[in-house]
């Protein structure tokens, strides 16, 4: 019998098929906007993930102030110099590379071409800490790093703009009013966890930095690489008590410096991520509620122009339950049907648009599983009321109707 009923619900649909796609509309978009949000949602969550992973494994940034900046409105806290870097690497166990950070934004020119870009002076722990590797050239010699000469390693956006198809490496170009040597070139790593050029920079000696740009010893900040055979929240624990021990801090609730585990900013970011892609899905999913009220509106029309139809079924013995199951099955491949078409125009929007915005590509069965069954669950919610008012017509009236 249910065969027979969804044959006969079939050729219903296909007889007023403008009708019925336009029945439907609301549950395609609803499904397509809910599984679009969530898709590209998810692959927004991974991209931050990987680009919190590419700061490196295992790593602590150290920085003056309590926050993500310098602290409120209070003295500004004191930076960290080159001592409190050998403090950390000689003092605490666990710790496999330190590097000093010393930036300044420069102009780099090369003949004809010029370029905005940041100055990190550090030093070869700096490359080890975030395991970026060398597309050519070499790290600096002690000599370099200790004497503080002008030499640098340029990242990959630095190379295009002033290189172009030029080998850079040994080639000399001016930072400002610094002449300066290239001997490497970095691998290219693209976006950062929070969106900034990681190949738009120039590494360069801290003691360079330190004397040619800044004109002081202090350090910006400070990133730590955690030994993995260490407990990374240990050793940022002896760290902080290191630094509480230098900066004459007794109690923590007081410290003027901010220890930072790379781990925890990703998944707090990704957490947020998530809570932003569930909030935007649910409110794409209102669009299925509309959906379900445009199916119930046309059924009750459907049930109206056919019920001298219906009262004919019931006189020739249909029972009540056969007529609503009828229309019951009518609704539900309706809103099946939408969901179907919702789902093909979901999978083509998410892979035209993930590139569009930079994030992977993710597809996930299960909220797509979940978006058609809902979107089934609408059929037989809103489709309910017009069957039972259909099943409940009396054969005398229906068959009385005009």
Known sequence: MFATTLVLAIREIRRH?????????????????????????????????????????????????????????GPRPPDFDLEDVEAIMEQVAGVAAVAPQAQHSATAIRNAANWSTTINGTTNDFL?????????????????????????????????????????????????????EVIGTLAARGQGGFGNDQD????????????????????????????????????????????????????????????????QIAETLSGTTRILTTVMGAVAAVSLLVGGIGIMNIMLVSVTERTREIGIRLAIGAVAREVLLQFLVEAVALACLGGLIGLALALVATMVAAPLIQVPFIFDPQINLVAFFFSALIGIVFGYFPARRAASLNPIDALRHE
């Open 200 to 263: 738009d920079t120039v590494i360069m000696p801290v003691k360079a930095v330190q004397r040619r740009f800044t004109g002081n010893r202090d350090l910006r900040s400070i990133m730590v690489s955690v030994d993995p055979r260490y407990e990374t929240a240990t050793v940022q624990r002896s760290i902080e008590s290191l630094l509480r021990e230098r900066r004459n801090v007794s109690n923590p609730r007081e410290d003027d410096f901010r220890v930072t585990d790379t781990a």
């Open 17 to 73: 098929l403008l009708r019925s796609f336009l029945t439907i509309l609301g549950i395609v978009i609803g499904v397509a906007a809910v599984v679009t949000m969530v898709t590209l949602g998810n692959g927004a969550t991974q991209a931050v993930s990987d680009q919190i992973s590419s700061l490196g494994s295992n790593i602590l940034s150290i920085r003056p102030g309590q926050g993500f900046g310098r602290g409120g409105g």
């Open 128 to 180: 080890v800490a975030q395991q970026w590797q060398l597309a050519s050239g070499r790290t600096f010699t002690p000599a370099e790093e200790e004497s503080g000469r002008s030499v640098c390693i340029i990242g990959d956006t630095v190379r295009q703009n002033l290189f172009q198809r030029d080998d850079p490496i040994g080639e000399r170009f001016r930072i400002g009013d610094v002449s300066c």
